[in-house]
């Protein structure tokens, strides 16, 4: 319970984390959420470009999504995550804040303003971190990164590749890299923000993620 195969819909879920391309260096996350019952399906996701947020129409290219296993709190988690979406929206629309592709750690990036207008604090996110910054923000799963393992040559490569010429190296220090399978597993085994998930938990997770993405 808690995956499924995105391709027209949400199978009736307010919003989903969702990832496509079954290796981890290789794949792309993205939130999917519906603004309201009338709006489409919106996908709110980080390129090398930057932020987006684009309305969905039609069926959209494959993603393997996740909500929380627990269906008690699918409801309010997935009501939390949308609030949180349709916010960052707003605050970009009213030119209080940008998103670019960085690394920023995901945790407590995302803070609200005196207006109570979501904005961006940090250099920038990666797909995957995005997912994860706002699902803290909403307070639904949270990630324990003192578990994580450092930046290892490969994780470089791959982060190096969509960095401005800029944004590199001095960046390093300190930076926990979340891939997209991570990210989805996070989803997946939402337990609140007093319930941190590990780097141990999330990787044997990640494994039944990668296993479900080769058949979407």
């Known amino acids: 319970m808690g995956y499924f195969s995105y391709k027209e819909g949400l199978n009736g879920h307010r919003a989903a984390a969702g990832v496509q391309g079954v290796h981890p260096n290789k794949a792309h996350a993205a939130i999917f959420y519906r603004p309201d019952g009338k709006k489409p399906l919106h996908k709110m996701h980080i390129f090398d470009s930057g932020w987006q947020n684009e309305a969905i129409s039609g069926t959209a290219q494959p993603?393997?999504?996740a909500v929380p296993e627990s269906e008690i709190l699918q409801g309010l988690y997935l009501l939390q995550v949308r609030g949180v979406c349709h916010k960052i929206c707003?605050?970009?629309?009213?030119?209080k804040t940008t998103i670019e592709f960085g690394l920023t750690l995901p945790q407590g990036c995302f803070q609200k303003d005196e207006d109570g207008d979501i904005i961006f604090k940090g250099d920038g996110?990666?797909?995957?971190a995005l997912v994860v910054a706002v699902m803290d923000h909403a307070g639904v799963a949270t990630?324990?990164?003192?578990t994580w393992p450092e930046l290892n040559d490969t994780d470089k490569e791959v982060l190096k590749g969509h960095l401005r010429k800029e944004k590199k190296e001095e960046l390093w220090d300190n930076y926990k890299r979340v891939?997209?399978?991570q990210c989805v597993a996070v989803m997946h085994g939402a337990r609140g923000r007093?319930?941190?998930l590990s780097h141990?938990?999330?990787a044997e997770?990640?494994?039944e993620v990668i296993e479900k993405l080769k058949k979407v």
């Open 194 to 196: 007093n319930n941190p």
């Open 200 to 202: 141990k938990v999330i």
């Open 205 to 207: 997770m990640e494994k």
């Open 63 to 65: 993603y393997l999504c």
């Open 143 to 146: 990630i324990d990164l003192a």
């Open 90 to 95: 707003e605050a970009v629309k009213k030119k």
């Open 179 to 181: 891939t997209p399978t």
């Open 125 to 128: 996110l990666t797909c995957s």
